[in-house]
């Protein structure tokens, strides 16, 4: 009974059942509108209707327009309403340009050393084109002379974090998306507590709605206690504000502004193994030290600045220039975020540049595969251009309507000679590319709506390091415990299945 009334009152049932109500409240007036005052109530659709027109207009992802547009005329006037409002929300707008303004003011911190993207162009011309591309869209500039090393499990990753925390002397930035209390972060937090005390500045932020089932409310109140700086990005409220589905789903991790992490893996026992959730959970990171740690710590500050409404002296966490002078390391290394509010799904392209510009093979791990038009045609034109394209997806999903979309896209990938193929031991979490030998990306970004359009996100982009034959060797070692899955098997689904596919896939884009 304790365990029924814990779920009945905990803060998601309360967040979930106060939305309910809002939208309960909007629809029920809707109805007495249009008992009442149908004229009104005619003007209403005629303002949706001119809602469809704007939404159409817009430059946004097309398969997103349709998941607007469907339910609005299906619903004219709730529909309408609806978008309206969570499109004029003032807190919505002065989210996106405080976001933008710290931004902006990042920006000219990240200078590109002309002489490395010129050296990277005359041993790459195709390569170099990438790295522009993320460097002009996004700002943030391409090093040399960086190690890096991945990790192809949450286990190998916590040993190497364990190891550098203790190592630190300076500060310490962690941020993640999921943070839940158990052996994993029991064990970070011992040691931020101590080098706390040891006057190292410790800071700390997770996203609120992805730690509305794994943290108390308000954890970083205990934080705060132990002499940690921490906040809840986003602070998630039962509102009809579009700003709720801006999350920040980026995992960085910098130690004393010279070594850093990121990749698919939060703080929480299934992601080292420590508690089996739904198998055995499959994961991926990258450790970068060096000069490329910079723009992971504007990456991070950036969001500080706007949950903390602070300033600060960024270039104090900035090594000295000398630091670096004894590393000598093979390629090049290029950190990258994702803003939702940019205008510019940075993430996608930079898949889709990769993807476009294969001439052997991509191997691709992702564990949702929900992908709008674009994506999708990139890849069926690189395997028909005879390339190797492979994808690994779980076997055992954590969320079963997500699985549902994944699935999905199957056939019209495996008809265009994608391999695809499921990890059978359990969950992949993984988000990681490796192409010809050459190329590599690994970071935060899933391929689907959420990561490539509505969250804030991060990746690194690599050329010719080490650690991208490390990728390479994992996904090679990974296809051993891996099903193939056959255009038969696609083709013989059932018709309610692929009902309930078209249903979920239509409104993948409002997931």
Not at 113 to 118: G, R, S, V, W
Not at 222 to 235: D, H, Q
Not at 307 to 324: G, L, M, N, V
Not at 478 to 506: A, P
Request: hydrophobic share 45%; charged share 25%.
């Amino acid at each position: 009974m304790k365990k029924v009334l814990k779920v009945i009152f905990s803060r998601i049932v309360t967040l979930a059942v106060l939305m309910i109500i809002q939208i309960a409240t909007l629809f029920f007036l809707i109805l007495k509108l249009r008992s009442s005052f149908l004229f009104l109530y005619s003007m209403f659709g005629i303002l949706s209707l001119i809602v469809v027109f704007f939404i159409t207009s817009q430059r946004s992802n097309p398969t997103h327009k349709l998941a607007w547009v469907i339910p609005i005329m299906v619903f004219p006037v709730f529909g309408g309403l609806l978008y309206i409002i969570l499109r004029t929300n003032g807190t919505s707008k002065k989210f996106r340009q405080r976001i933008n303004s710290i931004y902006n003011r990042i920006l000219p911190l990240m200078k590109q050393k002309e002489d490395i993207i010129e050296k990277l162009e005359s041993q790459d011309r195709s390569a170099a084109n990438q790295s522009r591309y993320i460097l002009n869209s996004a700002g943030f500039p391409i090093y040399k002379n960086v190690e890096t090393e991945y990790f192809s499990s949450g286990e190998e990753f916590f040993v190497s974090f364990i190891e550098e925390l203790k190592k630190a002397k300076s500060f310490i930035f962690i941020e993640a998306f999921i943070i839940r209390e158990g052996l994993m972060w029991n064990t970070i937090l011992s040691i931020l507590e101590k080098k706390a005390k040891q006057g190292l500045d410790i800071r700390v932020m997770y996203d609120d709605a992805g730690c509305l089932t794994t943290l108390p409310n308000k954890y970083y109140e205990k934080l705060r206690s132990k002499g940690i700086k921490c906040y809840a990005f986003n602070p998630f409220a039962p509102l009809l504000d579009i700003r709720m589905n801006h999350r920040d789903h980026r995992k960085i991790i910098v130690i004393d502004g010279h070594t850093a992490y990121t990749g698919g893996i939060n703080l929480a026992d299934e992601y080292i193994n420590a508690y089996e959730k739904y198998g055995h959970w499959k994961d991926a990171a990258i450790l970068i030290n060096g000069e490329a740690v910079w723009s992971m710590t504007l990456m991070f500050l950036h969001l500080w600045e706007y949950i903390s409404d602070t300033q600060e002296d960024y270039f104090r966490f900035k090594p000295a220039d000398s630091y670096f002078e004894g590393l000598i390391a093979e390629g090049y290394v290029q950190p990258y975020g994702d803003s939702p509010l940019d205008n510019e799904p940075v993430g996608e392209y930079t898949y889709i540049n990769m993807i476009g510009r294969a001439k052997k093979y991509v191997y691709i791990y992702t564990p949702y595969l929900v992908l709008d038009h674009e994506m999708t045609t990139t890849l069926i034109l690189a395997a028909k251009s005879g390339v190797d394209v492979r994808i690994v997806t779980p076997r055992i999903p954590d969320k079963w309507y997500v699985f549902i979309v994944t699935q999905s896209h199957y056939e019209i990938l495996i008809e265009a000679g994608v391999k695809i193929y499921e990890y059978t031991p359990g969950f992949l979490h993984s988000k990681a590319f490796v192409c010809d030998d050459v190329l590599g990306i690994v970071g935060s970004i899933n391929l689907d709506y959420r990561s490539l359009y509505f969250h804030f996100e991060c990746g690194v982009w690599l050329y010719k390091t080490k650690s991208v034959k490390k990728i390479k060797d994992d996904f090679v070692a990974t296809f051993n415990h891996c099903r193939q899955i056959t255009l038969e098997e696609c083709k013989n689904v059932k018709l309610l299945k692929r009902i309930l596919r078209g249903f979920f896939r239509l409104f993948a884009p409002l997931m």
